[in-house]
C-alpha cells in the first residue's frame, strides 16, 4: 500500500504533464487555424461562406461570388440592387465612411443608389455626442448623394472594443441594364479612376496625426485627410453605365491590386497592367513610404475600375474628365494571368490578403 501511495503522486503528475502537452498541441493547432485580420481572402470565403449557402431562390439573379459588390433581386422590368459593408479599420469619419463604401458598391451597376440602412455598434461608455456626431456624418454625406437613411439599428454593446457601423445600401435598376463585375470581356480596356490608397491615406492621416505630424508638414497631413473628401464613386459609376462600361468593380480592401484580381477572377479572364500608368499621389507616396506599406494593397475607396470595349475607351475618358474626375487607362483584358508590368518585369498579381491599412491602424 505504501507503494501505491509513493506513486500515485508520480503518476498523477505524468498525467498531468501528458495533459498539459495535449492541452499545448491544440492550443498550437487552434492558433494555426486563427484567420488573418480583415475580410475573408477568396479561398476562405469560398470554402466556409459560398460553400455553405445551399439554398437558391429564382428571383435571385446576381448571387454571391468573388469579385460581385451587389445582389441583384428580380422584380419584373426593374431589379433590387442591394449591398452590404461594415466599418472596423477607422475610428474617426466613420459616418462618413459607411455611407461611401456602401453607395459606391451600388453605383458598380451604372446607377445611383437610393436608400441607406445603418447598424451601430458602440462600446461602452460610448457618450451621446459620438453617436450624434456619426449620424451628423451620415446624414450629410448621405443626403450629398440623395441617398435617404430609411432604417437600422443603434445599440451600446460590450460586444465591441470601438465603435463598428455596417450598413446596406439599396437601388432599383431596370433589369436589361444591369451590370457585373463578372462582364469584362477580352480586349477590353481597364479604365482606374482617381488615385491608388486614397481611403487608406485618409484614414491613417486622422488616425495617426499625431504620429505623422513628427515627420510630414502640416499642409501633407491636411491634403491627406482631404482625401476622405473623395470617396464617392457614385458620379463615376452613373457616367460609366452611360457609356456602355462592360463591368465596374470599387477598390476596398485589398487595394488596386486585389480589385483587379477579384475582377479578373469574377469574369474567367486576365489582365495586363502597367505600374508607371497607376496614379499614386504624392501624399499617399510618402506615408506608404514611411509606414513600409504598399499603397497598391492599401484600400482605396473613391477609387473605381472600369473595363470597356476600345471603341468606347474615348468617350469614358472624355466624359470623366469632363466632369472634374481624373481617370487614365492602365492596362487591359486578356484571356489569362493577371499581371503588373513594370518595365520589362511581369509579375503575377497575387489573390487580396490582409489590407496594408491594417499594418498600422
Known amino acids: 500500500m505504501e507503494k501505491f501511495i509513493r506513486r500515485a503522486p508520480i503518476l498523477g503528475t505524468f498525467n498531468i504533464e501528458i495533459a498539459t502537452k495535449m492541452r499545448r498541441r491544440r492550443s498550437f493547432k487552434e492558433r494555426m487555424d486563427f484567420v488573418k485580420v480583415g475580410k475573408l481572402d477568396s479561398e476562405l470565403l469560398e470554402k466556409i461562406v459560398f460553400n455553405n449557402i445551399r439554398f437558391n431562390r429564382e428571383e435571385v439573379l446576381v448571387r454571391p461570388g468573388i469579385g460581385e459588390d451587389c445582389a441583384v433581386v428580380d422584380f419584373g422590368e426593374y431589379v433590387l440592387i442591394m449591398s452590404t459593408d461594415p466599418i472596423t479599420g477607422a475610428a474617426s469619419e466613420i459616418g462618413r ?6 453607395c459606391n ?3 458598380t451597376n451604372g446607377i445611383e443608389p437610393l436608400g441607406l440602412m445603418m447598424t451601430i455598434l458602440a462600446p461602452k461608455e460610448t457618450r451621446e455626442e459620438d453617436i450624434d456626431t456619426v449620424m451628423k456624418q451620415a446624414s450629410y454625406e448621405a443626403a450629398k448623394l440623395n441617398v435617404e437613411i430609411i432604417g437600422g439599428h ?7 472594443n470601438r465603435m463598428v457601423i455596417s450598413a446596406t445600401a439599396i437601388g432599383r435598376q431596370l433589369k436589361s441594364k444591369i451590370i457585373k463585375s463578372s462582364g469584362a ?3 477590353d480596356r481597364v479604365v482606374m479612376t482617381k488615385t491608388a490608397g486614397l481611403e487608406g491615406t485618409g484614414i491613417i492621416a486622422y488616425d495617426l496625426e499625431e504620429m505623422l505630424s513628427s515627420t510630414f508638414s502640416r499642409e501633407i497631413i491636411k491634403r ?3 482625401m476622405v473628401d473623395s470617396l464617392s464613386v457614385v458620379r463615376e459609376g452613373v457616367i460609366g453605365g452611360k457609356v456602355g462600361a462592360s463591368s465596374m468593380h470599387d477598390v476596398t480592401e485589398g487595394g488596386v491590386l486585389g480589385a483587379l484580381w477579384e475582377m479578373c477572377k469574377a469574369a474567367k479572364v486576365g489582365c495586363n497592367i502597367y505600374k508607371d500608368r497607376i496614379s499614386i499621389a504624392e501624399e499617399t507616396d510618402k506615408i506608404c513610404r514611411f509606414l513600409s506599406i504598399d499603397p497598391l494593397k492599401l484600400i482605396s475607396s473613391g477609387t473605381m475600375l472600369i473595363t470597356i470595349s476600345p471603341e468606347r475607351e474615348e468617350a469614358l475618358i472624355s466624359e470623366l474628365i469632363k466632369n472634374g474626375i481624373k481617370a487614365s487607362v492602365i492596362g487591359e483584358i486578356t484571356e489569362n494571368g493577371a499581371f503588373l508590368i513594370e518595365h520589362d518585369k511581369k509579375t503575377k498579381i497575387q489573390p487580396p490578403e490582409s489590407d496594408e491599412l491594417y499594418k498600422v491602424i
Do not use: R
Open 105 to 107: 458598391d451600388i453605383a
Open 224 to 226: 491627406s485627410k482631404k
Open 185 to 187: 470581356k477580352v480586349g
Open 154 to 160: 443603434t445599440e451600446i454593446t460590450e460586444a465591441v
Open 97 to 102: 465612411l459607411a455611407v461611401h463604401i456602401n
